[in-house]
């Protein structure tokens, strides 16, 4: 490969592979102080590397075409590992899972043995692989305390030889939480996940943190944090999507920049489910707490509307918060001169808590953490935008995109084509498959991304338009009177 190759990019969503090895838990023939490897890249026919924000370690799957039987050289048992080591053309990020980088991952899975046809001994299967990480969760437990801020002890149980060993970059959001927790006998990950539900952030209104990983670092962090910088200010978005024809420069050239953001098919999944959301208490809940020691019960109410604009969204108003671009109207619901945030009824939450358990150390109250965590994760898991894109190894779950949708009415030949007014903009990215052909050397990526909130706000309407009819005379019907009609009409 000449010196220029790797910046040479032919077309949208190429990729190269340099390395793709399956390290074996037995010794080499060759050098019994050194693994065994087995090269499967002139087998390897796709692989895939999933990032997801509400899955804490990387997941992914390669299909093998196996004419050597490597099931049996090796033999795959679920010990091996696995060495990847590939980049997109044009750029300057490589993603390793080598030895000499990094950690390989871990092959826990195969399925799908069948013979691919034909009068050959060749195999097609497929191999599942994850993070070490999880295979370190799974033969660790805790139980201990930690005390003080919460990414402290995320740290210890992400970094300590005797929990997760992780020797990956760990991406922290400080938080506000001094407190002291015990772990009863968790494994790693759940403790996290135990420990991030009660993290409040140091510069943000928002409560409940993730913790995830992408092909660059483990992240512990609030939704809040991915869409603004410094607690101040909107994030920009990473890369700008939208549909159109391939580009084509003067000479027949194509333009790979611009395809490279082209969207090649969308789809929008979970757009409104009312019933659901207002069962789960996105729009409104109300917290009971009970304060056994003190003898105290008090009750908190959350309101979805009147609480937008102390949050930042995926949209912004000039860099700041958006105060009112709610991607649920702010209008009367139904016939009770109420708007549908002050139901809160919808949702009832309990909880029992006792102030000053630990000294020095104070839990978190519930009503600074607990609606606002669920209401957020509630309108995360509504309004998913699902495109299939070229490839970038760059672009990663957590980032910021933007997706310019058109309306969908149509439109005289010298008219100028809109775009949807609430529908376009900015998307958080929850889910990023990586999809390698490796034949076709060709790089897709299949995301599913968020909106919760709107590019221009909804119209507002606080006048109630519902009419009902008056009600009849008669508030009952029986069954006797049904039957006594019956038989008077026959």
Known sequence: MDSNSKNNIKFAGEFRIDVANIISYRSSDADASKAFRYNIRPQLLSFSIIEDLSLPSLTGELYIADAQDIRTALPLTGMERLELKFYNPGTDLTISTTEEDGDPLYIYKIEKIRQSGGTGRQQVYKLFFTSREVYRNMTRRISRAFAGPIENAVYQIVK?????????????????????????????????????????????????????????????????????????????????????????????????????????SYSFEDSVNMIEQLENGLYANRLVTNDIYNKRIESFNFDYHDSFGDFFHTEHFDGEKAKAKYLWPDTMFDITEKRISEHYDTKLLHYVQTAKTHNDYEFVPCKNTVQKRLSQREQMANFHLVMTVPGQVRLNAGDLISFSLPKQAPIRSDEKMELNPYYSGRYLILQLRHEFDVQNQKHMMTMRCVKDAAKTELPYEHENLITLREKNKVLETTVQDLDNSEIMGG
Do not use: C, M
């Open 160 to 264: 300590d030889k005797k929990y997760l060993d992780s020797r990956k970059n760990l991406i922290i959001e400080e938080t506000s939480t001094n407190a002291k927790y015990v772990i009863p006998n968790l494994r790693p990950l759940k403790a996290i996940d135990f420990l991030a539900a009660s993290a409040v952030s140091k510069r943000y209104a928002n409560a409940g943190y993730l913790f995830y990983e992408t092909t660059q670092a483990y992240h512990f962090r609030s939704f809040e944090s991915l869409l603004a910088i410094g607690g101040s200010t909107a994030r920009t978005v990473k890369e700008k999507y939208d549909i159109q024809p391939a580009a084509v420069r003067e000479g027949g050239n194509k333009n790979i920049e611009k395809d490279l953001r082209n969207v090649e």
